[in-house]
């Protein structure tokens, strides 16, 4: 059996790469061996538990690997304990507004990007070809999205699905919130997410003291899916995304979406067709009508099979 190992250097308690890496290796794991490997010690228990559902977790400071195929996952960090007959860069970042020159790399066989505007990226980074696979999503997402939930009923319900730090807007949220406001809508603001680290645990509580009586905090959730479906709008006002996986998620189980103008906003959203897009100011923040709702979203799992080996 093919051994395959997926590297990432710190595995947060909610995140899209750690979701991404969860989606993929559900998939695979009944066919091939698959190890999920770390080496940053305050790495989130809970989710490498819910990771080993599917590998093998190793903490490569601590230990040495082989395998097949290595798939990094990570800019950060080393992975000079692994020994792999290939290595496949698997790129979930905004290189130039994390301000990373990623060089090309001799021991590199292919790069992985999540979107076309990854790709373009890495190619003014360091100038390498790269094949395009969108992340998988959940396989089971619609069933889970039906779970009950009890949701408060107002005339406006969001959503927002995010690790609680500063590049997710949460500053902005609060601003959104304010013209809501200004507009006398009667709303109630989900937010599912936690903040990681001490820096990030100290953002979550100053927000949380600032956040309006109509923001509801739940922490971290395994299954967000519900939240969303019974939502009227995501919202996910990020100063950067690489893909924004929770905006498809959202979009695959049929709730608009409310996000930002990054980069890779329209690769995703249909403005005023599944979803709005506003500046990152919020001056052009649109009455929030019904949409004509279209999304179809394309990726398998026979793309990633392919690169593999």
Request: hydrophobic share 35%; glycine share 4%.
């Amino acid at each position: 059996m093919k051994h395959i190992c997926f590297y990432y250097y710190h595995i947060n308690i909610i995140g899209g790469v750690e979701i991404a890496i969860l989606n993929l290796i559900s998939r695979l794991h009944t066919k091939y061996k698959i190890t999920v490997a770390f080496d940053k010690d305050n790495s989130s228990l809970d989710f490498l538990l819910r990771l080993s559902k599917y590998a093998d977790i190793v903490n490569i400071s601590k230990e040495r690997l082989e395998c097949d195929t290595l798939v990094i996952c990570s800019l950060y960090g080393s992975y000079r304990n692994i020994k792999a007959k290939k290595k496949i860069r698997w790129l979930h970042a905004n290189l130039k507004e994390i301000k990373y020159k990623l060089d090309r790399e001799q021991d590199i066989e292919d790069y992985v990007v999540v979107s076309e505007e990854c790709g373009k990226q890495l190619q003014e980074s360091n100038g390498a070809d790269y094949k395009l696979i969108y992340n998988l999503l959940d396989k089971d997402i619609l069933d889970k999205a039906n779970e009950e939930v009890d949701v408060v009923d107002k005339p406006l319900k969001l959503v927002t699905v995010a690790r609680i730090s500063p590049e997710k807007g949460f500053e902005r949220m609060l601003k959104f919130a304010n013209i809501l406001k200004q507009r006398k809508i009667d709303y109630v603001w989900y937010v599912i997410g936690k903040g990681n680290d001490d820096f990030n645990k100290g953002y979550e509580d100053n927000i949380k003291k600032r956040s309006p009586k109509q923001f509801i905090y739940l922490g971290k959730l395994d299954n967000p899916f519900p939240y969303m479906k019974q939502c009227d709008f995501l919202v996910q006002l990020s100063n950067y995304e690489s893909q924004g996986l929770v905006v498809v998620e959202a979009l695959t189980i049929g709730t608009p979406v409310i996000i930002t103008n990054y980069k890779v906003a329209t690769e995703t959203v249909d403005d005023k067709v599944n979803g709005y897009i506003v500046d990152m100011e919020l001056t052009n923040v649109p009455e929030l009508k019904p949409l004509k709702f279209k999304y179809e979203y394309k990726t398998n799992i026979e793309e990633w099979e392919k690169i593999l080996w």
